[in-house]
């Protein structure tokens, strides 16, 4: 086990990551401030309802003590060190109390890293949720049109592998897809190519509160952020007055910057993944799905 932290130490690192943490958000709030609405950058603050105090909040991850810091014995998932005034965030602590939530983060985290990526949807999944649909998530037009965007969908085999992307599909745009997919079976089906598995390590990453350093926290919402990007370049929506320069998926050349831009997502999103199981149960500590076969 490493030594504890010296308090000079872990205040200097929870410092520095308040400062980047204010840096990731400073235009949300501005914006928030002024009641302004984003259709790109909301969604990291209302579809991942977290607010930005949330992401300033640092933690060590599961099993690192922090010296001198008794207050934090107090705080959720935190439990007595090794020191006098010691704390150490508890993956144990937390595996009593939120038992089927573990079990759920472990199982989508270990599945979607077990199987090969696919990279072959092209970002269909949003043109799926305007299909033959007079009203739209998003109060800006398309670029095809009505028209032109169903016929985009008509033309492609929709190959989600997302639920929480494929329960947003409109009613004729659900039988299109490869595969119906549930709730209950979204941990056979998630793959590490999928934009929207990427971008959910910021969620696990929030929900296992204290286990995660607060530095991979952030780490994960940058990559969220990154891919919600790409997202929307390759959604249906013109968002040309926010900046937005589409990546037309509906062409040859579209669907080649698509995969590219996917592929690193995924590379980066394996190393988060992989980061994530480590921080919070360890390479040697034995888990219930360690030695499960999973299939794709």
């Not at 030594?3 to 914006?31: G, I, K, V, Y």
């Not at 640092?58 to 007595?80: C, K």
């Not at 020191?83 to 573990?102: C, I, N, Q, Y």
């Not at 390590?201 to 952030?218: C, H, I, Q, R, T």
Request: glycine share 8%; charged share 25%; hydrophobic share 40%.
């Amino acid at each position: 086990m490493d030594s504890p932290l010296t308090r000079a130490t872990w205040l200097e690192r929870e410092r520095t990551h308040q400062e980047r943490a204010d840096s990731l958000t400073a235009a949300h709030r501005d914006r928030a401030a002024r009641g302004e609405k984003h259709p790109v950058w909301d969604f990291l603050f209302t579809y991942y309802s977290y607010k930005p105090a949330q992401l300033r909040r640092w933690h060590p991850g599961a099993g690192v003590e922090l010296s001198d810091a008794s207050d934090r014995r107090s705080w959720r998932w935190y439990s007595p060190g090794t020191t006098a005034d010691g704390a150490v965030p508890d993956a144990a602590a937390f595996a009593r109390e939120k038992s089927d939530l573990a079990g759920l983060i472990e199982r989508m985290l270990r599945r979607t890293a077990s199987r090969p990526g696919q990279f072959g949807c092209f970002g269909l999944h949003e043109w799926a949720m305007v299909y033959r649909a007079d009203d739209h998530r998003h109060p800006v037009p398309l670029r095809l049109g009505q028209a032109g965007t169903d016929e985009v969908v008509e033309s492609h085999d929709l190959r989600c592998t997302h639920f929480d992307a494929f329960r947003f599909f409109t009613a004729d745009a659900v039988p299109r897809n490869r595969t119906a997919l549930t709730r209950d079976e979204q941990s056979l089906f998630e793959q590490p190519g999928c934009l929207h598995a990427g971008m959910d390590l910021y969620k696990w990453a929030v929900k296992l509160g204290p286990l995660v350093p607060g530095e991979l926290l952030l780490d994960a919402f940058e990559l969220a952020r990154d891919i919600r990007l790409l997202d929307m370049q390759a959604a249906p929506y013109d968002l040309a007055d926010w900046g937005v320069v589409p990546v037309p998926i509906e062409t040859a050349d579209g669907k080649a910057e698509y995969v590219r831009q996917q592929r690193g997502f995924a590379e980066r999103g394996a190393r988060l993944r992989g980061a994530l199981l480590h921080a919070w149960l360890g390479e040697s500590r034995p888990t219930a799905l360690a030695a499960e076969t999973v299939g794709a």
